[in-house]
């Protein structure tokens, strides 16, 4: 599953420049999605700090889709400001 593309910013495409933040949120219980550091694992966690962070919302939407659609979800998107 791809969360992040090369293409988000082409004059600096390792800076995640963009303004926009989205995160992923389960529909039931109101966790957010993170990335464990150790092994990739998706976590369930409550500071939404510690969620990550997509930098458009096509790469939001497209991640929800996929864990929704693999059964790991049901998961909603949501734009922090």
């Known amino acids: ?3 992040w593309a090369p293409e988000i910013d082409p004059a600096h495409p390792m800076a995640c420049t963009q303004a926009e933040r989205y995160v992923l949120r389960r529909i039931v219980g ?3 999605i993170a990335i464990a550091a150790e092994d990739q694992s998706l976590l369930d966690v409550v500071e939404l700090d510690r969620a990550y962070f997509f930098h458009t919302h096509d790469a939001a939407l ?3 889709g ?3 659609r693999l059964g790991l979800g049901g998961v909603d998107v949501v734009k922090i400001d």
């Open 62 to 64: 497209r991640a929800a």
């Open 1 to 3: 599953m791809h969360f």
């Open 30 to 32: 109101g966790a957010y």
């Open 66 to 68: 996929e864990l929704n």
